[in-house]
Every structure is written in C-alpha cells, then in structure tokens.
C-alpha cells in the first residue's frame, strides 16, 4: 500500500496486453469509506434528524406532524401533534448571526397566519376560528388576552402576513418589521436607480438571445476542438514571435530610458534632494535593463533548444483532432462527470442538513428549551462527511481522467484502426470499474492529503485578516501557495500514472514511477507542451469568449427596449468561458496522453521489424524530420542507424 520502491526489475512496456486488478487494499478501503458515508446517511435518518428536518421541530423537542414520545425533564414535549404541520416562530425577527439561527421559541401550528394580527384579541380570534393556537401549549387561546406571560410566551405583536413552504413545511415571515428599513432602501435603490432598471430589464427582455448565445458558445467549442490542430502551428509561431519582439524590445527600451537618464543627471544643475531622485532612478533603470538582458537571453536561449518540441506540440495537436474525429463522444465526458458531481454534492448538502437536526435532546435549564446535540463519537461524523466530499469527488474527477486515458490509449496502440472495440469509450469505463478502481482511490486519496490541510490553513488566514500579526498572515500565505503548487504537480502526475495504469495495467505506484522517468527524460518536450500547448488552448478559449459577445453585440443591437448590453453579454461570456475551458480541457488531457504514449513508443520501439511504432502518421512525420536534423538516431546492436519501418494499418 505504500509508495516505496517496486521490487520489479526493469520491465517492458506491453500496451493493452495483459489486464489484472491493481490496488486492490486501496478498492476495500475506499468501499468501506464509501459504506461509512452511507452509515453516516442512515444515522439521522434512522434516529428521526431527517424527519425533524423535513417536517421540522419545536423548542420543545417535538417534531411537527408527528405524535411524540415525552423527554424527561420538559414538560411540553411528548405533544400529539399530528395536526400541526408547520413552524412558527414567535419573535422571527431575533437572529443569532454569530450561530446562524433565530433566537426565537418556535412550536407547530396548524396554520400560518393569512392575515396581520395586531392584537391579541386578532390572536384569540385566529385560534378560535382556525384552530391554530399560536401561542404557548400550555396557554388556552380563551385566555391569550389576559394572561401574565403572554409577552414571552405569545407572538411578538404585530404578526405579519406570512406563508408555509411546502417543502419545509415553515412559516417564513413575508413581511418582516426588522427588515422593513433594509426592504425600502432596497426597494428605494432599485426605484431611483434608473441604470439597474435598465440592466434588469434588458435580461429579461433578451432571454432568448442569451439562451442563443449559449447554445452557439456550446457549438464554437466544439468546432475549436476540430479547428484548432489547424490552426496551432500559425498561433505558435504567431506567439514565438511575439515573445521574441517583447522581449528583445522591452530590454531596448529599458536600455535607451538609462542611457536618456543617465545623459540628463550628469547634465543636470538641479538641487541636492533632486539630484538623489535622479541618482536613484538611473540606478532602478540599470538594475531593470540588466534583468531583462538576462531574462531575454534565457528565453531565446531556452526557446533556442525548444524549438523542435515545438513541432512536437503541433503534431500531437493534430492527433488530437484525429483521436475526436475517431471518438467523437470524448467531449460528452465533461457533461457526465458533471451531473455525477452535482448528485453527490446534493446528496452530500442534504446528509450535511440530516447531520444539523442530530443527535440527543439537550435542555436549556435557563429558557427550558431543547436542542438536538450529537455528542461523543457522533460528533466527528461532520467531519469524516466533509473528508468524503473532496476523497469523492476527486474520485469522481480521476475516474473521467482514466477513462478519457484509456480510451486514447486504446486508439493510439491499435495498428489497424478498424479493429478498434465498437464502443472505445464504454470498454476504458468497463475496464477502469473491473481493474483500476483501487487506482483511482489512492489517487485521489493523495490528492485530498494535500487539499484539506490546504483548506484548513486558507480558512486560517481568512481568520487573521485584520490582525495585527501580519508575519503569521504571510507564513500561512506562503504554506498555502506551497501547498496549491504541490497539489497541481500532484494532479498532474496523477493522470500520467492513470494513462500508464491504462496502458500497462501497473499499481499506482509503479505506473507514477514509469511515468516520472518518461516525464523526465522527456523534460523539455513536457515544458514545450505545457506551456506553448496550454497558451494555445487558452487562445481557443479567448477565442471562443470573443466570438460569441461578438455575435452578442450584433444580435443585441436589434433589441430596442433597452441600451444596456452589460449584465446580458456578461452572462453569456462567462457562460462561453466555461463552456469552452470544460471542452479544451478535455482537450488538453488528451494531448498529454498522447504525449506520454508517443514517448513511450520512440522509447520501446525503433521502427525495426517486431518493434514497429504505433504512432499516426503525423508523428511519425516528426521522428522522420528530427532524424534528418539530428535530433534522434535509434541505432541497432552494431551501431548502425535504424530506420523506421510501416506496415498495414500502422498509420491513421
């Protein structure tokens, strides 16, 4: 189970030729979270939380709609209660921010007040003629009137119209006298703010070109997906350029600005203070100039030796765009793993609410109210729930990014094409839940080791903001940068484990050890990509973004009712953003897979007969013109240069 090193010897890639389950103690511990997490469910649902949150409870221990059973030492608990549905809270305007509740005695009431009742005589007459006692159980609404504790144990006066949600089965206060001041100056902005009714108005009113502009964000991206292997090798050397003019002419610039300063001090007659500003500055724009001549001789130096994997981004651009062509339904994988997210995250919020109403009756000798508190061990279950959202949907995010992994892999190691398995994607699902699942729990278990204390130093920090100790603010900072850039490397050395897991159906372990030493005797190809490859994704992105707020403009400037464009063009840009990262993101994945496939080929095979490449024809284009400049020259056991052999179906 641990990550030490592998007793295997050297070992032989062999893609797609034996299959075997890997991690297996990883599988049993993750079913057994997993039956945790389901135990964690039935707990408040078995002990009456999911009830009480549902039907929901007085400050008395009963739950509305229910005839419940006596708590000892409070003496109205154990009402019948089956009649009264709905919560009723006698002062809702009393709100604990800190604890985020309202201080107020609640109870169950047959009905929510229709009306606003202003006295207590409106009290008694709602009683008597709806059969809903708003006040205390043990007052008779006979005597709301004249009672001696009607103040404390009546609704504060006067009771606003209110309604019950069905869901919840609350009176929510419609019109509540703590929020009337906030109410009319809201009410009075939006009325004076002649701009916000404008913005309001034009959303409305372009609804259905938003819902348009969404739908052609949605089919932009996925000609991106196809366009884009033709386009990157223009906005690569597009962006090469650029880079080289920036640079070479920011380091001119700061060059003449010390030149022109330096002139203009030693002729200069100004005053001793000024002279010092001066002295300064020529001393700042020599320290610039000096830093960007060094930063510029690095960049050409490293674009210099980078060069050639440049061209290997571009030709596994244009694989990429094959890999779509052949399997189109890959870009249907971010839609899947997002409705798989947001059912468990329901699932996860509505256990985390079951949690709320849980445990134990606790009386409050001062008020002789009751709260639920779980106590002892059952206290720690929020917590096991909340490592169980991130180990779940990183798990989640891992399964997407092996089954995208083996379903390139099986397209990039298959000769002849049209032997591929009917449904590639549907096979690399089916072969990832029979023998890899165990990987993607540890995984994603390595991720969540890294993320929580991340999130536990972020929420730190967000506690010291205006504190006087700014040098703790800082180390925290710095803990959690560290910690985010680990996390990332670590993301990213997972899904190269997940491809080589997909390739040679190793552990964990030894598939991110492969996969390691390819990354790093291939560093500067992996720096190549990452780098030209995912700016040139980004410009897809900006691309697309730009697009559509531009067909925005124009179907908006037909609309007549309103002038202002801002708050409709933001929602569809933002929308189109995300559209377009979730698309080349998938994108992007499947380039780094092809990557670590192609590295593995040129590694394990020299186009020899029984050691023929799998690679499209487009790399083997770039193996060819790298031979030709020197770049790499496979040899055979005499030393003599190998040339790379094809045969049928070899070649997409």
């Not at 005589?121 to 159980?137: E, I, W």
């Not at 703590?178 to 009325?191: G, L, M």
């Not at 700061?254 to 010092?276: C, K, M, P, Q, V």
């Not at 491809?499 to 560093?523: G, H, K, P, W, Y």
Request: glycine share 6%; hydrophobic share 45%.
């Amino acid at each position: 189970m641990g990550c030490g090193g592998s007793s295997e010897g050297k070992r032989d890639w062999k893609p797609l030729e034996e299959r075997s389950c890997t991690d297996i103690p990883w599988l049993i511990i993750f079913t057994l979270f997993c039956v945790g997490m389901a135990c964690i469910c039935c707990y408040p649902i078995a002990t009456g939380a999911a009830s009480r949150l549902i039907s929901g409870y007085d400050s008395y221990g009963n739950t509305c709609g229910q005839n419940n059973t006596k708590i000892e030492g409070v003496p109205l608990s154990g009402q019948d209660l089956r009649e009264n549905k709905y919560v009723f809270f006698l002062d809702p305007c009393n709100l604990d921010l800190i604890n985020r509740k309202i201080k107020s005695i609640a109870l169950c009431v047959s009905k929510c007040p229709a009306s606003e009742l202003t006295t207590y005589d409106d009290l008694k007459k709602f009683a008597l003629n709806n059969g809903s006692h708003l006040c205390s159980y043990d007052i008779a609404p006979t005597r709301y009137t004249r009672h001696p504790e009607r103040y404390t144990k009546c609704p504060k006066l006067p009771v606003s119209r209110s309604k019950a949600i069905p869901l919840f089965n609350r009176c929510f206060p419609m019109e509540i006298g703590c929020y009337a001041e906030f109410v009319q100056s809201f009410i009075t902005f939006v009325s004076d703010n002649t701009v916000l009714r404008r913005v309001i108005a034009g959303v409305m009113a372009s609804k259905d070109i938003i819902m348009g502009l969404c739908i052609l964000a949605l089919v932009l991206s996925l000609i991106m997906m196809v366009v884009i292997r033709y386009i990157s090798k223009v906005l690569v050397w597009i962006i090469t350029i650029l880079v080289i003019i920036g640079s070479i002419g920011g380091t001119a610039v700061l060059w003449w600005l010390y030149a022109d300063h330096r002139i203009a001090f030693e002729n200069s007659t100004a005053s001793t203070f000024g002279s010092e500003v001066a002295s300064d500055n020529v001393k700042a724009l020599l320290v610039y100039a000096i830093g960007a001549t060094i930063f510029t001789l690095v960049l050409l130096l490293v674009m210099f030796f980078m060069r050639k994997r440049v061209a290997l981004t571009i030709s596994l651009f244009h694989v990429a765009g094959k890999v779509f062509l052949h399997l189109p339904l890959l870009v249907l994988q971010p839609f899947w793993t997002f409705l798989c997210l947001m059912l468990f995250w329901v699932y996860w919020i509505a256990v985390l609410l079951f949690l709320g109403t849980a445990g134990t009756p606790v009386k409050n000798n001062s008020t002789g109210t009751v709260e639920y508190q779980m106590q002892g061990p059952f206290q720690y279950l929020v917590w096991y729930h909340a490592v169980g959202l991130i180990w779940i949907s990183e798990f989640i995010l891992a399964f997407q990014q092996m089954t995208i992994a083996g379903a390139v892999v099986t397209y990039y190691f298959t000769r002849n094409k049209s032997q591929m398995p009917a449904t590639p994607i549907l096979s690399a699902m089916a072969r990832t839940i029979r023998y890899h699942l165990g990987t993607l729990a540890k995984g994603s278990f390595i991720i969540t080791l890294v993320k929580i204390p991340r999130l536990i130093l972020t929420y730190i920090h967000s506690q010291l903001k205006g504190k006087e100790n700014a040098c703790a603010r800082c180390m925290v900072k710095a803990c959690v940068c560290c910690l985010w850039c680990l996390e990332k490397c670590l993301k990213y050395l997972n899904q190269n484990a997940y491809t080589a897991t997909a390739i040679n159906s190793t552990s964990f372990c030894t598939s991110a050890r492969d996969a390691f030493l390819i990354l790093v005797e291939n560093a500067l190809r992996v720096a190549a990509i990452n780098t030209v490859g995912d700016f040139v994704l980004f410009l897809g992105k900006v691309l697309v973004v730009s697009c559509t707020a531009f067909a925005g403009v124009l179907a908006l400037n037909y609309q007549r009712d309103y002038t202002v464009w801002v708050l409709p063009l933001l929602i569809v840009c933002v929308f189109a953003f995300l559209v377009a990262h979730c698309f080349l993101s998938v994108f992007e994945n499947v380039v780094d897979v092809l990557f670590l496939c192609f590295a593995v080929d040129t590694k394990y095979n020299d186009g020899s007969h029984g050691r023929e490449y799998f690679m499209d024809k487009a790399l083997m284009e770039f193996v060819e013109n790298s031979k030709k400049m020197g770049y790499r020259k496979p040899v055979d056991g005499d030393g003599r240069e190998m040339k790379p052999m094809t045969r049928g179906g070899t070649v997409a």
